[in-house]
């Protein structure tokens, strides 16, 4: 499916998703544009070699004659060259993918710019702002998702500001420059009318100016704009207006840039609305052939490598698989050459597609791997970088399928092992597969590598425990595969439901579970029980297993697995729960309870707009009782007291009584307190310490926290909790429960741990929810089935 694909790319490098295949905006044109013709600048051999050297897209080699250009106009106290020259520099490193040094060049040539030479100053800030949308973090930032924050607002300031000075100046091409970065970062930002609005006012001022390749551009965007919100009809006019724009351009790398970006415009119009004709597809033909022969014609390999991969996209959507690969081959050949990681490990993907359709698996699962271990090295900047300028696009949406493509093939080839051992091989090696998803996506939605620093080196789950089933769920386009793990070793089960049905299930399931007063939920419970657990039945039959320990994926990681019914039970009558996003990503070891320490924080008052929790005062005192410890309630739970609270090492319990909500983007992910919010920064700064303690935080307790039904990726923040705190589990609620039956089952729960001293803490949650559903008051799941362990269950 072409909706899967890789992401693809412009001429910086930069990507966004492959659910919106079209090219974002060219900034590094955009920052050759703003330095103009070179009016004060000696017409000297080493600019002109350098100007045809990255018009041809060979960046690193145009590096060192700009910067003997730039030392020339030094020589000669050229300030406007020196300047018009460091912009075209740092063109160059941003191309290359060398933030830093743009942002360094640009500083420079704000430095050297006379006070009162507005020109300057604006066309600098508008090559600035188009950098700082992709600036990579600073030193002093934690984490990626706050430096994208930081640099979003910044980038947003400073085209503002170079508008505001080319507008001073009575320069509309340079205003022009600046309204068209500005608009790319709200096509980043996914504010598609405000978008709009730039790239027209852009594309008039360009046109205005007479600066064709600028307008052509705006065009260009403004045909993406259309797509991303729908807007097909526009989307088909701008993109013929941007190819007719395009085509009268000279030769030159943003020229075939631009015919990339419309054939993807054209394609991505026939994904989208398919009541449209075949025309759509042959014009993004015409277009990539377009660009072939500029690209072949200017000597740019990248650019030729993406024109044969995307033509091979049309050929495979057509089931022409002979001229796809042929295609594809090429554009692996050149990638290779150009030695660029994005597209090689999207070719290679590409090439396991088309292998796998022409039923030569071996080597399809080969293309396959190749592409997972490429893209393994670049993981870290998919979603920020390759994902734009859709900035929600996540790991993924823009990567996952690979993952599963890989996963599938080698599940595909078990079913002819020859043996045993080549059996168990090939199965491992699909978990593994799935596993380095998770990683990732875990890495992704925290922004922070850290997540996966710390990983446990368990390679054998089976022996962890004699008594847990560990059950690795893999939802496919045709089938669910699950791997479970037992004592005995690892077993293969099969369900025949799509990955697609399965996930409308889990999502109507989530929905129904909240309704209080009705029993809708029990269909999907029952549904779902059939698919999931009715097929272990028979492996789980006789065995000594009494804790289920799930790894799910996607929308299961939103639904409680407790809450499934065969027709008579819950799941939770018959088995322990507990979940874990993956195998790597948790340290299986019994909860050592000699001298357990306590730090409870809770919140009953209504503060910040939020409700009263008026059961959190019961529950923190009884908690009191059991453990002892330290409190902060209400006033009390402050940042400074919170702080201060941390700095002991007598603790291995952190419960957090208080709203806590979950997003999809973890910059709006929180814990209330009393005067401010919690982020799980915040929570992991305090908590992470710990681990370098022989003492870390056993559990991490978040007891009236809620992630919205449907919101599949806040699952995973919620599910990821405790390994980005740094404790080794989290007792969480995936809703909110403002109920006495909240207190009741909390405070059951603690008390099987601390009276059994040899219960297991999925065991202990699970005698709490028994308990409570047995009082026909909480009998609804709503109540008692919302609470999980997360991670470790020992």
Known sequence: MIGNLAPCCDDAGLQRSPTVMILPAALISLIFAISGMLQAAPANEEFATAERLAATGAFEESVAHWKKADALFQQTKDSAGQIDTKIRLAASYHALGQTRLAIDTLTHAQQIAPPGDLKHHAKIKAALGAIYIFATPGAKEHTLHEHMSAHEDLAEATLKESIKLARAARDPHVEAVALNNLANLYSYQEKLDEAVKNYKAAMDLASQSHDRELASQACANLARSAVDSGDYENAETWGDEAVEK?????????????????????????????????????????AYQKAATVVEAIGDKRALSYACGYESELY??????????????????????????????????????????????EAAIAACRRAVETLQLIRHD????????????????VAGALYFQLADLLLQRADSAKNPAELNKLLLDARDTAELLKSAELEDYFQDECVNLLKSKITKVETVSQTAAVVYIIPLPDRTEMLVSLPSGLHRVKSPVTDVALEDAAHQ?????????????????????DWLIKPLEPLLAGSKIDTLVFIPDGALRNIPMAALHDGQKYLIEKYAIAVTPGLTLMEPRAFKRETIGLVANGLSAGVQGFAPLEYVSGEMSNLKKLYGGTELMNQQFVKTNIDKEFVGENYSIVHIASHGHFDSDVKKTFVLTFDSKLTLDDLEQLIRPSQLRDKPVELLTLSACQTAAGDDRAALG???????????????????VNDQSSSTLVFDFYTQLHNHPDISKAKALQTAQVKLLADPRYAHPCYWAPYLIIGNWL
């Open 246 to 286: 395009a085509s009268e351009l000279k030769d030159s790398h943003e020229k075939a840039y631009q015919l990339l970006s419309a054939g993807q415009t054209f394609n991505q119009i026939f994904i989208g609305a398919p009541d449209h004709d075949n025309d759509l597809r042959l014009s993004a033909f015409e």
């Open 382 to 397: 998919v979603a920020l970088r390759y994902g734009n300028p859709n900035a929600h696009s996540s790991f993924r949406d």
């Open 316 to 361: 495979e959507a057509e089931k022409k698989y002979d001229e796809a690969l042929t295609l594809t081959r090429k554009a692996l050949v050149l990638a290779q050459e150009f030695k660029s990681p994005d597209a090689l490990y999207r070719w290679e993907w590409q090439s396991g597609r088309l292998l796998h359709a022409k039923h030569n698996d």
């Open 718 to 736: 919620l599910a990821g909790s405790a390994i980005k705190a740094g404790a080794r589990s989290a007792f969480a609620t995936l809703w909110f």
């Open 509 to 529: 399931f989530r929905v129904n579970l909240e309704k209080r007063t009705t029993y809708e939920y029990l269909d999907q419970a029952k549904q779902l029980y």
